[in-house]
């Protein structure tokens, strides 16, 4: 049997069913696929149904989908058996490298010739996963998306040593047939990019707060009522741009880069030591000291769909 298409998926398996795995399930079955899933937690499959209903207001949004379109999802108890029944595997087990092995060497062996298996993995590289699978490590890389990952769009498609480059491409075709908005990382790095790009942000952050210049707060409302606002329509590079008028980007660099440079060579390199760590969270438990978290995360929620509705209303946004 050749290998499925992005196109020819109908069916996709997810295995591990906590945080990221019951996202990836809310969108596959508001993308109208089938979904084989499975998790040996005890009560996880009546968790998994309880948090399809009340997401399902989100993604439906998010997908356009009616009720009518809704995949049909099925549990069943072990990865192996999810891996036969699928076109397209994700993996969402526990961020260990042995245990992340053993499900992939099992998923391996089961799915089907050519059947793509993707891991959600923050930071693993792909081909410490592929070595694990004996029988096509060529279909095994990474597919990492974001949390709340049924509402941020970003997957990193990192491909590792043995990936096909077909697979690659799949995968990126895949992703995007589910409304995601996959990147290609050219090369395995420890933390993929977006986590990287996130580190360089929180390495000054927690620099600056270690050195008194400024509160935990302070560096949420610079982010959040600043440049933050900008990045979720543009991106860095873009607002940069931007910025440079009509000269654009080159002007920017011409003119601004210099001192860039001065700021950039004396960015700290805090160390995460128990006392930093201790200032850090100090300072979150003052600025949301009285405030609803479950509130906090709803909120944020709803707003990140209101934000993407609206972007897509754009014409011009890259
Ligand atoms: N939480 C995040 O923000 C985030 C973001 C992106 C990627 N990830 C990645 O997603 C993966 C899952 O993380 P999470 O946050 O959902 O963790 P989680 O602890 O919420 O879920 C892991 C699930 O795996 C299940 N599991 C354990 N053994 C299993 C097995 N043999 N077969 C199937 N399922 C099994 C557990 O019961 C649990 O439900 C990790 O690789 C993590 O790095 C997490």
Redesign the pocket.
């Known amino acids: 049997m050749s290998a499925p298409t992005a196109v020819q998926v109908r069916t996709a398996a997810v ?8 996202a990836w399930v809310a969108g596959f079955l508001a993308s109208g696929l089938d979904v084989v899933a ?4 005890e009560g ?1 499959e009546a968790r998994l149904r309880s948090y399809l209903e009340s997401s399902w207001d989100v993604v439906s949004e998010l997908t356009g989908s009616a009720e009518a379109d809704r995949g049909e999802l099925r549990f069943v108890a ?2 192996g058996e999810a891996a036969r029944a699928a076109d397209f595997v994700q ?5 260990r490298l042995e ?2 092995r ?2 992939l060497a ?1 998923i391996d062996a089961a799915a089907r010739p050519g059947v793509i298996i993707a ?6 590289e792909p081909s410490a996963l592929q070595a694990a699978c004996a029988v096509d490590p060529g279909r095994v890389l990474v597919g ?4 709340p ?1 049924h509402i941020i769009p970003l997957v990193e498609v990192v491909p590792g040593a043995a990936t096909s480059p077909e697979t690659a491409q799949v995968a990126l075709a895949f992703y995007r047939r589910v409304g995601k908005k996959p990147i290609l990382v050219r090369s395995e790095i420890p933390g993929h990019v977006t986590n990287r790009l996130q580190a360089a942000l929180w390495r000054e952050a927690y620099s600056l707060v270690d050195r008194g210049v400024v509160s935990v707060a302070d560096i949420d409302t610079a982010i959040s009522h600043g440049p933050g606002l900008r990045w979720a329509i543009v991106g860095p590079l873009t607002a940069q741009h931007l910025s440079g008028g009509a000269g654009g980007l080159r002007h920017l660099l011409e003119h601004l880069g210099p001192p860039t440079q001065k700021w950039m060579d004396d960015l700290g390199a805090p160390q995460l030591t128990h006392e930093l760590a201790d200032k850090l969270v100090a300072g979150m438990d003052e600025q949301l000291a009285g405030v609803d978290q479950a509130g906090l995360a709803a909120d944020r929620d709803r707003l990140l769909v209101d934000i993407m509705r609206l972007k897509h209303t754009s014409r011009n946004l890259p």
């Open positions: 295995v591990g069913t906590g945080v990221i795995g019951a499975t998790d040996p937690a996880a072990s990865a993996e969402n087990g526990p961020e245990a992340k053993a499900l099992e891991s959600s993995t923050s930071g693993i990492h998306p974001f949390n990952a």
